[in-house]
């Protein structure tokens, strides 16, 4: 199940932009990645939308970095 919220209420943040760019890769090509749409991959980015746990896991898979360098609670969760 997956949270979706606005970006004053997500309790996660990411750097999913940070991490395409220091990787190369378009929102479409990381959506390709792990099987979502790139609308989803621009929500996270937005933090309008927290993925699932298996989203995150496949999308730390392809940084090739822990789950905590990619997502973090907000200090208030």
Known sequence: MSF?????????KNSIK???????I???????LVSVSRQTINAMELNKYVPSTVL???????FEK???QIFSLDEND
Do not use: F, H, N, Y
């Open 4 to 12: 979706i919220a606005t970006p004053s209420q997500s309790p996660m």
């Open 18 to 24: 940070v991490e395409r760019a220091i990787k190369g």
């Open 26 to 32: 378009t929102q479409e090509e990381l959506a390709r």
């Open 56 to 62: 995150a896991l496949k999308i730390a898979r392809v």
């Open 66 to 68: 822990p789950l905590e």
